[in-house]
């Protein structure tokens, strides 16, 4: 059975630092691809960093590159997402999603496409105020 829990979210201003959390009861944690999303209302949702554990190895959006740090703790089998210079246009609720394990990806890195990813956590509402 898989279960993400995220935490971490909140109400910020411009400018300010998040650092969001995804903890992972799952299968196999060595072998999949783990990524953030989030979604504002009334837009899609929209994939924001992925990282491969068991290689470390990440993507960004456009959006937030430069900004936002993904990252995991192997050993608590948690995935992190650090936000920097956030920006009003940042707020969403936020998700740690995850595929079926397997092998690293031949392109090196997860893709953040939501529609290939089948295990969702409930979400943390991130607010950034200007």
């Known amino acids: 059975q898989v279960q993400l829990l995220e935490s971490g979210g909140g109400s910020v201003q411009a400018g300010g630092s998040l650092r969001l959390s995804c903890a992972a009861s799952?299968?196999?944690?060595?072998?999949?691809?783990i990524g953030w999303f989030r979604q504002a209302p009334g837009e899609e949702r929209e994939g924001v960093a992925t990282?491969?554990?068991?290689?470390?190895?990440?993507y960004y959006s456009d959006s937030v590159k430069g900004r936002f740090t993904i990252s995991q703790d192997n050993a608590k089998n948690t995935v992190y997402l650090q936000m920097n210079t956030l920006k009003p246009e940042d707020s969403a609720m936020y998700y740690c999603?995850?595929?079926?394990?397997?092998?690293?990806?031949?392109?090196?890195?997860?893709?953040?496409?939501?529609?290939?990813?089948?295990?969702w956590g409930q979400g943390t509402q991130v607010t950034v105020s200007s």
């Open positions: 999603a995850t595929r079926t394990p397997g092998r690293a990806p031949h392109n090196g890195y997860c893709y953040t496409d939501p529609r290939i990813y089948m295990f």
């Open positions: 799952v299968d196999d944690y060595s072998r999949r691809c």
């Open positions: 990282i491969y554990t068991g290689t470390g190895d990440t």
